[in-house]
């Protein structure tokens, strides 16, 4: 089964998931709230690059306590671009009269014989290595 949904995982794309998920009533909520830490999490990988290749251009990563050191001034200043950030980003949410739900477009899939059939060999393997060991 873990080898079934390890195959899933990586050939399926995190919006399509998000979109099944925001199909049923139970999980449409977390559903979104997965999709706006997505968007976050971009963000905040941009401010740490950004961060990484300015301490580098400093000379702040040439040996292993200057390293150290970098990696803890970057820490507390991204936290701190973070909670700035976030401000800003909330008056640009509230004044965009978001209502906290996020539409999902209606998305087809294409239901390959071929990808199922793999998937429950694999499914099929995995209990014939595990009765096997």
Known sequence: NSS?????IFTTPVDDFLYL???????????????????????????????????KA?????????????CAKIAAL???DVL?????????????????????SKREFNRSGKRIILICLFAILEVILAVKF
């Open 4 to 8: 079934a949904l390890t195959f899933l």
């Open 78 to 80: 991204l936290l701190i």
């Open 84 to 104: 700035k950030r976030w401000k800003s980003i909330d008056e640009a949410i509230s004044s965009r009269c978001f209502s906290g739900k996020i539409p999902y």
């Open 58 to 70: 400093r000379g702040g990563f040439d040996g292993f306590l200057n390293g150290i050191r970098s």
């Open 21 to 55: 998920m925001s199909r049923t009533i139970f999980l449409k909520e977390i559903a979104d709230l997965a999709k706006t830490m997505e968007c976050f999490i971009l963000l905040l990988e941009d401010e740490l690059s950004l961060m990484i290749l300015s301490a």
